[in-house]
């Protein structure tokens, strides 16, 4: 069953496409139409043509979780914009002042996770720390500071 979206939504045909600014459109839009992970996963595919619809008719096992989709379609289609747009996000997040750790941990995380799914040689372990560090908020960062981890 398709889902009349509230939002327009632009085809996907893999070609020309950016395909990291594509699928920003389509989590906004899954967020404003209210979309469960199974009615996001069940809409996507109409909005695919060409090579983007070649491509996922050629999966066997097609992703039924959006994050697992979105690491297959970010590794399928990136091409070094995509990389250089995921990279800048990536090392800008920051941990915000109220904000808890295990939520700045699961955005970097997630981050990390497209670009690895890229490159998974991309950041070195002592870089992808000295990144969790510096991202941290300053009244934490302090403390870390003076434990000198050498792991997440």
């Not at 139409?33 to 909005?47: L, S, V």
């Not at 959006?66 to 690491?71: E, L, S, T």
């Not at 091409?79 to 941990?105: D, M, P």
């Not at 040689?121 to 003076?146: D, E, K, M, R, W």
Request: net charge negative.
């Amino acid at each position: 069953m398709a889902y009349a979206p509230i939002t327009k939504l632009d085809n996907f045909t893999g070609e020309e496409d950016d395909a990291q600014v594509w699928l920003n459109a389509i989590e906004k839009a899954i967020t404003a139409n209210g979309w469960n992970n199974a009615q996001a996963m069940q809409a996507i595919p109409y909005f695919f043509k060409d090579t983007a619809d070649s491509w996922y008719q050629s999966l066997i096992n097609k992703p039924q979780d959006f994050n697992v989709f979105k690491v297959e379609f970010l590794r399928y289609f990136s091409n070094n914009n995509n990389i250089n747009h995921l990279v800048n996000t990536f090392t800008t997040i920051k941990q915000g002042e109220i904000e808890a750790v295990t939520t700045y941990l699961g955005h970097f995380h997630q981050n990390l996770h497209q670009i690895q799914a890229i490159n998974a040689n991309y950041f070195t372990a002592p870089q992808i720390l000295n990144q969790f560090i510096c991202g941290l908020c300053s009244s934490i960062l302090q403390h870390v500071h003076l434990l000198h981890p050498s792991t997440l």
